[in-house]
């Protein structure tokens, strides 16, 4: 069974991850913030971390500290801020591309962008889960 942490601090987009991914073959457990969801990952077996941008920890960060806590758990980043441009990643004018590269510069294995189709999340899992480099 694939256990997924969903860490997103607005409870309605992380309820609908929570939704759409949970099955007889897929766990999720959700947190509302970086903090929580390390110490999640403290106390439970986790396969896959589905973050995006945080208050409090930013994503990049958390993404950091996860890659370097748990290396076997497989990360992907989703974040829907900014704009689409070719700009390197500054935390105070972020951009939705530049916030993901910086995120893939981080340790996630996977990312994409907002809005995505359900489809496009499953798909994005199911390769980062298999081992391969996604984005």
């Known amino acids: 069974m694939l256990r997924i942490l969903v860490i997103d601090d607005e409870?309605?987009?992380?309820?609908?991850?929570?939704r759409v991914l949970?099955?007889?073959?897929?766990?999720?457990?959700?947190?509302?913030d970086a903090i929580t969801g390390l110490t999640v990952l403290q106390t439970s077996p986790i396969?896959?971390?589905?973050?995006?941008?945080?208050?409090?920890?930013?994503?990049?960060?958390?993404?950091?500290?996860?890659?370097?806590d748990h290396k076997n758990i497989r990360i992907i980043a989703i974040s829907g801020g900014g704009n689409f441009g070719l700009s390197a990643y500054l935390p105070e004018a972020i951009s939705t591309h530049a916030y993901l590269a910086a995120c893939i510069a981080a340790g996630a294995e996977g990312t994409l962008a907002k809005p995505f189709e359900t489809a496009e999340l499953r798909s994005l899992i199911d390769r980062v889960t298999a081992g391969q480099v996604a984005t």
């Open 11 to 18: 409870p309605y987009v992380r309820e609908a991850l929570e």
């Open 22 to 32: 949970k099955s007889s073959a897929v766990t999720v457990v959700g947190a509302a």
């Open 47 to 68: 396969d896959l971390v589905i973050d995006v941008v945080l208050p409090g920890m930013d994503g990049v960060a958390a993404i950091k500290q996860i890659r370097r």
